[in-house]
């Protein structure tokens, strides 16, 4: 069952969305070469604290940090390390999420440290692009495959793939609610969007292929051809004239 949030809920969503949103604001500035992943994540730490707000990843399944810090093949779930030091030409994907009135947030977003290659220019600005088409077609009377349709067709029509394997999601009183919200799939099929109901809509693109693996940490999801990739999230509500990105500044 896909759960509708009411105006004032979603009004709610959208301040624990506004806390994310300013977070990347933010952390812009201390992604550049030789910061460890693990100083993002105190800076985030620090952030939640001085906001009054609940991390929303750490202790979610015994997740052990706030962010996600995802380097160059690693396509979610990057643990924050002391010893991953970013490099010129990486790329770097951050996640974060909080809890606000018991209402979650969540975005991610793809960050060059320093000058990169002009093909990951392209990946990110490719994924970038994938979840602005999303949010483009998350309108009333469409459906679920719009959303993932559209996301596909971009990062494809480039020569890149989407993950198969972790997909976006309903959000709202929990982190992960229904429907999944997957980056591939067919235009005019699934349920039809109404609105109340609230997505986090997340392309993961890969340079390569699609198949990924976890690595032995039990978290950091990599690209099986170590190739790279990129994710952006943002947590959308239907409304009934459109859409509303809730998780900006
Ligand atoms: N944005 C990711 C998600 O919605 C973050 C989850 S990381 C986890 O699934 F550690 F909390 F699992
Ligand atoms: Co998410």
Not at 49 to 77: M, Q
Request: net charge negative; glycine share 12%.
């Amino acid at each position: 069952m896909i759960i509708i949030k009411s105006p004032p809920e979603i009004e709610a969503m959208r301040r624990a969305g506004a806390i994310v949103g300013q977070f990347f604001e933010e952390i812009n500035k201390h992604v550049r070469s030789g910061v460890a992943t693990l100083h993002l994540e105190e800076i985030a730490e620090e952030y939640v604290a001085k906001l009054g707000v609940r991390g929303a990843f750490k202790g979610y399944h015994g997740y052990p940090a706030n962010l996600c810090t995802s380097i160059n093949e690693e396509v979610v779930h990057g643990i924050p390390s002391g010893t991953r030091v970013l490099r010129e030409g990486d790329i770097v994907s951050i996640d974060f999420g909080v809890v606000l009135d018991g209402f979650y947030g969540d975005a991610a977003r793809t960050y060059a440290v320093g000058k990169i290659s002009p093909e990951s220019e392209k990946l990110l600005a490719t994924t970038e692009r994938a979840l602005e088409k999303a949010i483009g077609a998350s309108l009333p009377g469409n459906r679920l495959g719009d959303i993932s349709w559209a996301v596909q067709m971009e990062a494809e029509s480039e020569g890149f793939s989407v993950v198969r394997d972790f997909v976006g999601h309903g959000i709202g009183k929990t982190l992960h609610e229904e429907p999944q919200v997957p980056n591939f799939g067919s235009a005019g099929t699934g349920p039809k969007l109404m609105p109340g109901m609230v997505l986090a809509i997340e392309p993961m693109v890969n340079e390569g292929g699609y198949p990924v693996e976890v690595l032995s940490d039990g978290w950091t999801v990599v690209t099986r051809d170590r190739k790279r990739s990129a994710h952006f999230e943002h947590v959308v509500a239907i409304t009934p004239d459109g859409n509303r990105i809730l998780s900006l500044p």
